[in-house]
């Protein structure tokens, strides 16, 4: 089964860049996604084939992918950022899902 | 707007049943692959199952091995509804449990639901 990992917690001050790693086996080759889910409420997706950002996504996150890492930016990170991050790409026929990694501004 | 709403979920004995259903509306659902992905508690997101788009939807499913032969995926188009039904419930399958769209085909999941709970529990 194909497998990505995420860190479990990134810490970042107001203001500063914010940055997640997700890693998987020639990652670079397929297409990610990332999610933000706050408590209790349902994922929210934030980019889209590596670099793309939905309707309504504030422009301060981007995400990049290369080799084996994908990384989601987010620069002039706010209080309103702080939740939980997801990375999901597919494997073979299957949708596959990062650990997921909490974000803390602070 | 698109909106997709859960519904079908509560509590159940292990060994047991239970579908979920999930109403789809301001978009033309037949165009679009659709998932269910879960939430355990505390825990992050799992991938559950997918199926296709069009007539021929129904027979293109794909599960997670974790629920394969025990979870079946299916819609339907007329009703702008999806389904899962489980069955042989364990409690390691206690979970939210969400509806979502696939943007583009084995991509990206680009609208959910707010999610329905199942808790598998004696």
């Known amino acids: 089964s194909y497998d990505l990992t995420q860190p479990p917690s990134v810490s970042v001050s107001p203001g500063q860049t914010a940055s997640i790693t997700c890693s998987g086996d020639?990652?670079?080759?397929?297409?990610v996604s990332w999610y933000q889910q706050k408590p209790g409420q349902s994922p929210l997706l934030v980019i889209y084939?590596?670099?793309n950002r939905p309707s309504g996504i504030p422009e301060r996150f981007s995400g990049s992918n290369s080799g084996n890492t994908a990384t989601l930016t987010i620069r002039g990170t706010q209080p309103m950022d702080e939740a939980d991050y997801y990375c999901?790409?597919?494997?073979?026929?299957?949708?596959?899902f990062g650990g997921g990694t909490k974000l803390t501004v602070l | 707007q698109v909106q997709l709403v859960e519904s079908g979920g509560g509590l159940v004995k292990p060994g047991g049943a239970l579908r979920l259903s999930c109403a789809a509306s301001?978009?033309?659902?037949?165009?679009?692959?659709m998932a269910w992905i879960r939430q355990a508690p505390g825990k992050g997101l799992e991938w559950v199952s997918y199926?296709?788009?069009?007539?021929?939807?129904?027979?293109?499913?794909y599960y997670a091995d974790s629920v394969k032969g025990r979870f079946t995926i299916s819609r339907d188009n007329a009703k702008n509804s999806l389904y899962l039904q489980m069955n042989s419930l364990r409690a390691e399958d206690t979970a939210v449990y969400y509806c979502?769209?696939?943007?583009?085909?084995?991509?990206?999941?680009?609208?959910w639901g707010q999610g329905i709970q199942v808790t598998v529990s004696s």
């Open positions: 199926i296709g788009s069009g007539d021929r939807g129904n027979s293109i499913t």
């Open positions: 979502a769209r696939d943007g583009a085909v084995a991509a990206y999941f680009d609208y």
């Open positions: 301001g978009f033309t659902f037949s165009d679009y692959y």
């Open positions: 084939h590596h670099t």
């Open positions: 020639k990652l670079g080759d397929k297409f």
């Open positions: 999901q790409a597919w494997g073979s026929s299957t949708a596959v």
